[in-house]
C-alpha cells in the first residue's frame, strides 16, 4: 500500500468522484440501481448536514479510490449515538491492496474518538467476500432481519 493513501473527510469536490463509487457499489448490490442524480443528492444533503453523518473518501494524490458513509442515529438499547456504516467501497482497479481494510479501520477509530458505542453495517448476503472481509474486521451477525418498505417519493430531500 502506497504511504500517500489516506483516508479523509469527503469535501464538495468529492462528490463526483464518490457518485461513480456508488454506481460501482450499486452494480454489485442486489437491492439497488445506480441513479447517478440520487446519489449526488443525497450525498450533497449529508456532506451539508455533519448531524446526519461524516462521509470519508479513500484518497491518493487528488484521485478517489474508495468512499465509506457513517451516518449517526441514537440507540435506545446503547443508550446513545451509534453508527451505521454504509457504502462502504474500494474502486474495483483499487482492490487487493488493503485499501479497504484501511478505509474501515479509520472510520472506526473515528467512530470510537467520537463517542459512539456501536457501528451497525449491512452487506448484501450474497457477497461472501464482503461478508468475510467485515467478520475479519470483528463485525458479527445479527438475530435482527432487515425488512424495508419504500414509501412515496418525496417532493425533495431534506430534514423534517
Do not use: C
Not at 34 to 59: E, K, Y
Not at 79 to 95: K, M
Not at 96 to 125: I, N, P, Y
Request: proline share 4%; no cysteine.
Amino acid at each position: 500500500m502506497s504511504e500517500s493513501v489516506r483516508v479523509e473527510p469527503a469535501r464538495p469536490e468529492d462528490l463526483s468522484a464518490m457518485a461513480d463509487l456508488l454506481s460501482e457499489l450499486f452494480t454489485l448490490e442486489s437491492d439497488f440501481v445506480p441513479d447517478r442524480d440520487r446519489q449526488l443528492a443525497g450525498l450533497a444533503l449529508i456532506l451539508d448536514t455533519p448531524a446526519l453523518g461524516q462521509l470519508f473518501v479513500l484518497r491518493e494524490g487528488q484521485g478517489i479510490l474508495g468512499m465509506a458513509n457513517a451516518l449517526i442515529t441514537v440507540s435506545t438499547a446503547r443508550g446513545g449515538r451509534v453508527l451505521l456504516l454504509e457504502d462502504v467501497i474500494v474502486s474495483g482497479t483499487a482492490r487487493g491492496r488493503g485499501l479497504g481494510r484501511l478505509l474501515v479501520e479509520e472510520v472506526l477509530a473515528w467512530a470510537a474518538q467520537q463517542g459512539f458505542s456501536r457501528v451497525t453495517l449491512l452487506a448484501d448476503k450474497d457477497n461472501r467476500p464482503a461478508l468475510d472481509f467485515y467478520r475479519h474486521l470483528g463485525f458479527q451477525s445479527s438475530a435482527m432481519v432487515v425488512l424495508r418498505k419504500t414509501l412515496e417519493e418525496p417532493g425533495s430531500l431534506s430534514l423534517l
